[in-house]
């Protein structure tokens, strides 16, 4: 599976962006579509997820800022961001996964900088 996500950018402090991921196929059930994220000097860490079967997770960091989506039409997942803060600047990576693997994006850069 391939994985093309898109949507980064720089913003200020308070804006919004929304990334995309789009798959190259459908994914086999059950499956998992998330972000992940990593700054400079850390280590990648999970931002959001989302199951076949509904399930949804949030980072502390992000909850109640951050919305994640999908259309399973367009093999595709979302990453909403909102009020945004300079903590969040990091490449975010999609992942895919199902009982083929787990795949990754390219990533996508997200600055958040006035």
């Known amino acids: 599976v391939q994985l093309q996500a898109f949507g980064g950018g720089l913003v200020q402090p308070g804006g919004s962006l929304r990334l995309s991921c789009v798959a190259s196929?459908?994914?086999?059930?059950?499956?998992?579509m998330g972000w992940y994220r990593q700054a400079p000097g850390k280590q990648r860490e999970l931002v959001a997820a989302?199951?076949?079967?509904?399930?949804?997770y949030y980072a502390d960091s992000v909850k109640g800022r951050f919305n994640i989506s999908r259309d399973n039409a367009k093999n595709a997942v979302y990453l909403q961001m909102n009020s945004l803060k300079p903590e969040d600047t990091a490449v975010y990576y999609c992942?895919?996964?199902?009982?083929?693997?787990?795949?990754w994006g390219q990533g996508t850069l997200v600055t958040v900088s006035s």
């Open positions: 196929r459908s994914m086999n059930s059950p499956n998992a």
């Open positions: 989302t199951t076949s079967g509904g399930s949804i």
């Open positions: 992942n895919a996964a199902d009982g083929s693997g787990g795949f």
